[in-house]
């Protein structure tokens, strides 16, 4: 088991190593990916029920009031 | 009561997901599109044994891989804007928007995300075959990820195998394969597909003529040519007839837009396709949002033959469908704005009884919202209730016909120029047509605009619904301050564009640098 893990490992770990443009890519990524989760999403994109309501049957009643009489 | 919602909240939020959509669809038709053609390439590499096939599956593969990388998780912001954007939207919607979605997540990092570093990493390290398998999974695994997506947009264009709950406000999926199996989805994923498709091979064919142009890699630039062209005109042609489908479909269950598309006011029997026409606001526009054609070229029963296989088939109008039409069976706007009323009425008496304890009048209500006779006559029009004026619920007929009309062009040019490619290619004329050469260069960008033509008739098409007669956009919007649309707007505007530049260039690197480049 563990020979394989070792396997996949430096099967990944050449790979990545081996590349030229797609460390470039990579760093692309994580920027794009930093940028989506640790700012976006933390700062701008949070949950607009979770903040209105707890419970699920919170969330239900203040959607059908929104329904309702908007 | 629509004059209660914030318009610029709603139309700063419906910017905002058209944006990172539209952004989005960029890359998608590339990925699904270009790994099946490099997995045919990569097979007849294993089968020949020619190493020059070899570099040509390997040049495109690092196309797919460039692509890939610019385009991956644009898609989640699409995700994040449910949640903050459109939260009664995503609650109404419940697992029947959710469970697809969660299943092409799984699907896709554990397909895409094993078979792609198989793909990259794997030459030589793994069998050939392995390999091959590899490849072809990878293009399976992007295009079922694909499926989930288009399933869940089909269901909001043609809402069926679901309840609606009035107690936690949400729909439920009363049956799993009604949903994954309709004519909506089919029509869609098969149409959406076939498209990419077509994109990926006028791509393919556009940068391989780039080659020829400059006199580089001729046998490798006509192998890719040919193909990819093979490749385009048989995705072309499945796209004529699932686009015809389509068409049908849309008749059938969203008749505003299919009038829309064909710019048609009044219904008629023997209904005209309009081929080429231009569109001027006419006289009552203010009242009626109606357009005029300043010019037309149409052919006879045609409209009427594609949307029933009837040349004498009424095709109705938007004039029928707001005023209603009692000779051919449509009832009026007014009349389903009325039981729109009276379905959202029920919902409110509902709440009204379970909050005061009034266990008889709740459940009588509750046993309509399971009685299929008052379903069909009444919840079915739930989302007309939030209108008053029945020309609100109109979409945009320029936008849907010229988007409609653009696409359908485009099409065909992409059809007419894949088979002169073939044959010029396999007569080995190619390199001697430069005006050829360059029509599939110049064809690059016109497969990206037909592309984004299709989901913008898809989507401002059925404008003003989010579902189907059954949620307006104004309803699925969260109430949240339109600034904070803006500024994620913008923010998301300028960041990605940036990013998409450096990718951009590393692509077009790439590509001047030629099969022989890094990896």
């Known amino acids: 088991m563990k020979k394989y893990a070792t396997r996949i490992f430096n099967f990944y770990k050449e790979g990545f190593q081996s590349m030229t443009y797609g460390k470039t890519l990579w760093i692309i990524i994580l920027i794009k990916l930093f940028i989506m989760f640790a700012i976006l999403k933390l700062f701008f994109f949070q949950d607009d029920l979770s903040n209105r309501a707890q419970t699920e049957q919170e969330k239900s009643d203040y959607v059908l009031e929104q329904l309702i009489s908007p | ?519």
């Open chain 2, 1 to 519: 009561m629509n004059e209660l919602f914030d318009l610029s909240l709603i139309n700063w939020s419906r910017g905002q997901f058209a944006l990172t959509a539209m952004f989005h669809w960029i890359f998608v038709p590339l990925t699904l599109g270009i790994t099946f053609i490099v997995a045919i390439m990569e097979s007849i590499y294993l089968k020949t044994g020619n190493p020059e096939w070899k570099k040509v599956t390997k040049f495109w593969m690092k196309i797919f891989g460039i692509n890939f990388a610019i385009g991956v998780a644009t898609g989640i912001i699409l995700e994040f804007e449910f949640g903050t954007n459109w939260s009664h939207y995503s609650w109404f919607v419940g697992d029947i928007f959710g469970a697809p979605l969660a299943i092409e997540g799984i699907m896709a990092f554990f397909m895409e995300s094993t078979f792609i570093a198989v793909m990259f990493f794997g030459w030589n390290k793994v069998s050939p075959k392995f390999h091959l398998a590899s490849t072809w999974l990878t293009a399976i695994g992007a295009n079922l990820s694909a499926l989930w997506i288009l399933v869940a947009n089909a269901w909001m264009q043609n809402p069926v195998g679901m309840r609606f709950n009035p107690e936690s406000a949400r729909n439920e999926m009363v049956n799993f394969w009604e949903v994954l199996f309709s004519n909506t989805a089919i029509n869609k994923f098969l149409h959406t597909i076939s498209s990419a498709y077509i994109l990926a091979a006028i791509f393919v064919v556009g940068v391989s003529a780039w080659y020829l142009i400059k006199g580089r890699e001729v046998s490798f630039a006509k192998k890719s040519m040919i193909v990819a062209s093979i490749f385009g005109i048989i995705f072309s042609l499945n796209t004529v007839l699932t686009g015809d489908e389509s068409a049908r479909e849309v008749a059938r269950t969203q008749p505003m837009k299919f009038a829309a598309m064909e710019a048609l006011y009044d219904g008629t029997a023997n209904a005209p396709l309009v081929v080429i026409g231009g569109l001027t606001k006419s006289d009552d526009y203010d009242t009626h949002k109606r357009q005029d054609f300043l010019f037309k070229i149409e052919v006879p029963n045609l409209l009427s033959t594609m949307a029933f296989l009837d040349p004498n088939a009424f095709v109705p109008g938007i004039k029928d469908l707001i005023h209603g039409n009692p000779e051919q069976g449509i009832i009026s706007t007014d009349e389903k704005i009325q039981r729109g009323k009276v379905a959202i009425a029920e919902l409110s008496a509902y709440k009204s009884a379970k909050e005061a304890g009034d266990q008889v009048k709740s459940d009588s209500i509750l046993a309509k919202f399971n009685d299929p006779i008052w379903l069909k006559d009444y919840f079915k029009y739930f989302g007309y209730g939030y209108y008053d004026n029945p020309h609100d619920l109109i979409p945009s007929v320029p936008i849907s016909f010229y988007s409609f009309h653009l696409m359908v062009g485009l099409g065909f040019h992409f059809l007419a120029l894949l088979i002169v490619i073939f044959w010029l290619t396999w007569k080995g004329r190619i390199q001697n047509n430069k005006w050829v050469l360059y029509t599939a260069l110049f064809t690059i960008p016109l497969a990206y605009i037909a592309s984004q033509a299709g989901w913008i008739v898809a989507e401002m098409g059925r404008q003003p619904w989010v579902i189907q007669d059954l949620m307006p956009t104004l309803t699925a919007v969260s109430q949240i301050d339109a600034s904070s649309v803006q500024i994620t707007f913008w923010l998301f505007a300028i960041t990605f564009s940036a990013l998409l530049i450096a990718e951009l260039k590393i692509m077009f690197t790439q590509i001047k640098k030629g099969p022989e480049g890094g990896h």
